[in-house]
């Protein structure tokens, strides 16, 4: 099978089984309501509002963490910020992505590299399997440049050492547990951008540098 398809495949599945939990839980709240006799409106009518956020917030974080982007142009960090929050709004973690980072007077990025931020966060939330937080932080070195830094932190954090070999360019086949470290790979890639790691006990820094006068 070509590899671009069983990519594309594998990740339809995953988008469909994190979309199934909060579209779910408002066909619910909706069957809940059309009972007769149930007393309970005000908690049903919660459960959608409360799950429609959250499937909204996915989807317009999908978007931009796997949908096509322009070749060119500057993001709006402040903007994407906030969806990125969304996306963890009624989750066991808290991002840190401080407004002095998404300052476009300090560093700006193109929305490539906002892409590859996005499926950083991927990575790193599913680190996280009891919850934590998750820090944001934007720079450049003297060389200009670009370093993106994405940390977790957490108790117990879940990082598979195949992890370091496809982000070193090994040859490791796609499957459905690292398709996404492989897309991540290769949107690393189209920037001519590197990964770094560093793992501890309860740390995950995950660091991105690109050469300057890339997108």
């Avoid at 709240?29 to 956020?53: H, K, R, W």
């Avoid at 949107?187 to 590197?194: C, E, I, M, V």
């Avoid at 560093?198 to 690109?210: H, M």
Wanted: net charge negative; proline share 2%; glycine share 6%.
């Amino acid at each position: 099978m070509n590899e671009n398809i069983h990519l594309a495949e594998l990740l339809c599945t995953r988008l469909c089984h994190d979309l199934t939990g909060p579209i779910g839980a408002v066909n619910n709240g909706a069957e809940f309501l059309s009972e007769e006799g149930f007393d309970l409106q005000n908690q049903a009518v919660d459960l959608i509002v409360s799950s429609a956020f959250s499937a909204v917030s996915r989807l317009q974080f999908y978007r931009m963490a796997y949908g096509n982007v322009k070749d060119h142009g500057e993001a709006n960090l402040a903007e994407k910020q906030k969806t990125a929050a969304d996306y963890f709004v009624g989750s066991k973690i808290v991002l840190d992505w401080p407004e002095t980072h998404t300052d476009a007077a300090s560093i700006s990025i193109s929305l490539k590299m906002l892409r590859l931020i996005y499926n950083l966060l991927i990575i790193t939330s599913s680190a996280l399997i009891r919850g934590g937080a998750i820090s944001v932080r934007l720079d450049k070195d003297d060389l200009s440049r670009k370093i993106i830094t994405v940390t977790a932190k957490g108790a117990n954090l879940k990082w598979d050492s195949e992890a370091e070999k496809i982000f070193s360019g090994a040859d490791c086949e796609v499957n459905t547990k690292n398709v996404q470290l492989h897309l991540t790979k290769k949107y690393a890639d189209d920037l001519r951008a590197t990964i770094e790691w560093r793992v501890g006990a309860e740390e995950l820094v995950l660091q991105v540098t690109q050469p300057p006068g890339d997108q």
